[in-house]
């Protein structure tokens, strides 16, 4: 068991996990921001056929080769098609075709002229100009190639690959799926949200702090009950968190007090410490076990510290487990607002709030830098790291931020 | 009715329609990324009572005014609290308590000394410097004080507000609703995704890539049938439609040619048209009709078209409906990686992709305009917005860009 280690440290034990995503098939409007896990490739052209992109006529550009605003050419119409419907004719010499946007070109034509250039009757339309030859056509497969490699795996499915997928005939797709999280409490101090304040307790805040960080990143979450300050109470905890979820997360009992059972408690259940406090300003009484394939988180009771303990390496594990390659905070330059002059011979992530004016990055510093201080992260939506011994950092300083995604 | 207006009208005329966002009470876990449609005053002090923030030694600090490594002063330990618990003793001259972090100060001290600067045993402790008052020990009130409202009706609910609302006792919260959206197909070339394709069909992705755009913002969805391309058999779906949702959505039928039967099914279950036709490119044709409470939008046929008129004009209608005042696309500032030619006489919503390297933005434009085309849409995550009679915009202009947030 590593005790005390750096954030650069601690991101590496995690990532070096190797714990293998999980597959499973959805329905296509279900695999929404999951990552991909198979690659798509299309059986079909998209177009299927050469098919018409306006609402005018079919026709044989060479008949309009000397046709001018002075002297138009007159087609035959000899059939009228909508999208769907195929026409049996054959365009002729002087002869059209009306079409409607995303009907087949009908034999013969090799252009369609729009409604609006030209003067039309039921029977015939008249023509004003040289038609260039596929105008007014989209070819078969111009947008999608029989064969082509449309979706790869380990991509991000968007809407328009929804749409893709739809088009190609797909009911479901094969997807990493996200892991399941439970959230468990722990501290003789905590209540439960619903129960009436008594002296010396406090509700149990972490929990849905936690629950809704794990929800914004699209994972299941489930809350476990709250925990005594004892080994036995957690383990129990412990043990039908670990049938249910992939990942367990519990808050308290991680420091260095007498209350500090949880690392004893992940021990019991079978778990091994990976390691023990990571030498950060907040958070830095934090232990990470793994049980299997499944990984225990045990973050700090404070407020601030979960949070952002949650960010920096839970976050990154959840997101690794659904199958993403990039699992990192989008880090972004951004102009301080506010002066930061601690120096710390620890590595401090401050809570920051970022917003974009003008063509550039802002950021403001909360007044209230505790880690037991929950009401200002309410404005947090990205972090400053500070590495350990550098600063003080002063207004208009360029400095890098991580944004959060709230 | 209006005919081909300005983007900006069209937005004015959605922007102006002035229906009511509805409220709802949900579990607070559930209120993630709503708008709260209530303040949040608190009815407590958090912490609620003066707490230690440290794991150590509760002491009166005029008994360390001589303590020195030198001479360190010995305090007797009468108690040991633990959080949760609240020791019955007075601190007096010459004592400690033993005292875990979040746990009550006890009558008599004034500070806490943290563990690593003392030396302990079980029955007393070596304090070697003088102790400052106050320090180690968070306030009642200094993260939340009664009386303050912590959160503003319209904030969008982040993690962080939830756990602020559990601390308070909250189990639900106002929330605005999201709107229900019901999505309609129209068009006889369409077949059903789980269809095998027949000459001059196609099978239907613009319910899914839009059903998947409803999704994104939170909105419930519920895909409708396909219809074909007549009144009587869109009326029928929407009116249907119109019982489930606020806000319909169809696609198909609303050009110029022999097919565009939407705008004249929206009359005939009772819509009032708005307006039909942006001066836009892609996604002119879009017909805009108000029904008592609800909109329905009729949008192009065309992938490309419908999502961009999604996006401009039924996206924000489903925020505002939502409670959000700020409903727009985030506007950026970009450096062009392509160039872009085109000098239309039409606004024109360019598809980009859009990404931030090096502290700054840049933009690559798809090498596909059409807006018949649906594979281009995959890399698609923003918007590069052409105002009429603009351009041609070279590789390196800086320009704006509006980010989608896929």
């Not at 070819?139 to 082509?148: F, L, R, S, V």
């Not at 990470?288 to 979960?306: E, H, I, T, W």
């Not at 303990?309 to 989008?330: A, W």
């Not at 330059?333 to 930061?340: G, P, Q, W």
Request: charge should be neutral; hydrophobic fraction near 40%; charged fraction near 25%.
């Amino acid at each position: 068991m590593l005790i005390n280690i750096s954030i650069e440290k601690a991101e590496k034990i995690l990532a070096d996990q190797n714990i293998e995503p999980k597959t499973v098939d959805v329905p296509i409007l279900d695999s929404l921001d999951h990552i991909l896990a198979e690659d798509i490739k299309s059986d079909i052209n998209m177009p299927p056929f050469d098919r018409s992109s306006l609402d005018g006529y079919a026709l044989r550009t060479k008949d309009t080769a000397d046709a001018s605003a002075e002297n138009p050419v007159t087609l035959e119409t000899i059939d009228n098609i909508r999208a769907g419907y195929v026409s049996k004719k054959t365009v002729g010499k002087g002869q059209a075709v009306r079409i409607m946007t995303g009907a087949k070109i009908p034999k013969g034509a090799d252009a369609i002229i729009k409604y609006e250039d030209t003067v039309f009757t039921d029977k015939s339309v008249k023509i004003f100009g040289y038609v260039k030859p596929n105008s007014g056509i989209a070819g078969a497969g111009e947008d999608i190639a029989m064969g082509d490699t449309l979706l790869g795996r380990g991509k991000t499915i968007n809407p328009a690959d929804i749409g893709i997928l739809a088009i190609l005939g797909k009911e479901k797709v094969k997807v990493y799926r996200r892991p399941k999280v439970a959230v468990i409490s722990t501290g003789d101090e905590l209540i439960n949200i619903n129960e009436a304040l008594k002296e010396g307790k406090i509700r149990n805040s972490n929990a849905y702090t936690i629950g809704a960080q794990v929800k914004k990143i699209g994972s299941e979450i489930k809350i476990f009950g709250i925990c005594g300050d004892n080994v036995l109470s957690i383990k129990k905890e412990l043990d039908s968190a670990l049938q249910w979820g992939d990942i367990v997360i519990t808050t308290g009992g991680v420091s260095l007090g007498d209350a500090d059972v949880v690392k004893e408690a992940f021990e019991e259940v079978g778990g091994k410490v990976l390691f023990w406090k990571v030498n950060m300003k907040p958070g830095s009484p934090i232990a990470v076990a793994r049980y299997k394939d499944k990984l225990l988180f045990g973050l700090s009771g404070n407020p601030a510290a979960a949070y952002v303990t949650f960010e920096k390496f839970v976050r990154p594990t959840i997101l690794r487990l659904s199958g993403e390659t990039e699992y990192e905070l989008t880090k972004i330059k951004s102009t301080l607002r506010d002066e930061f002059i601690k120096v710390s011979g620890r590595d401090r992530v401050v809570r920051a709030k970022t917003y974009y004016k003008n063509g550039g990055f802002f950021t403001e510093l909360p007044d209230k830098h505790s880690s037991g201080i929950l009401s200002g992260l309410s404005e947090t939506n990205s972090l400053f790291c500070v590495p350990a011994g550098t600063g003080p950092y002063k207004k208009g300083d360029r400095i890098e931020v991580e944004l959060l995604g709230y």
